[in-house]
Nanobody, 118 residues
């Protein structure tokens, strides 16, 4: 059974930092691409960072957020620096891959709230 467990969210002031973690079990973590998404009330879900096809970031977080992965711990991290109020959202980790038989494997964390307020 596959599990993705997120941690590290919370409430901070503008300019501060947080690191989100997402630990997986039940899968071959190394074979998956990693995505971090976020969603705010009334807004569409936004892809903020991905390792799919190389590391890329949304323009809104470029230079402030960093995605990484620890293969030995089957864990991915999203380091978020210089946080802004507009970064307030529910953040989700997502692991995905297309298998040899073209079957899509797509797993999601439970979501982690990040709030940035003065």
């Amino acid at each position: 059974q596959v599990h993705l467990v997120e941690s590290g969210g919370g409430s901070v002031q503008p300019g501060e930092s947080l690191r989100l973690s997402c630990t997986s079990s039940g899968i071959n973590f190394r074979s998956f691409a990693i995505n971090w998404y976020r969603q705010s009330p009334g807004k569409e879900r936004e892809l903020v960072a991905t390792t799919n096809g190389g590391i890329n970031y949304a323009d809104s977080v470029k230079g402030r957020f960093q995605i990484s992965r620890n293969e030995a711990e089957s864990t991915t991290y999203l380091q978020m620096n210089s946080l802004r109020p507009e970064d307030t959202a529910l953040y989700y980790c997502n692991l995905e891959k297309v298998g040899w038989n073209r079957e899509v494997y797509d797993y999601w964390g439970q979501g982690n709230q990040v709030s940035v307020t003065s």
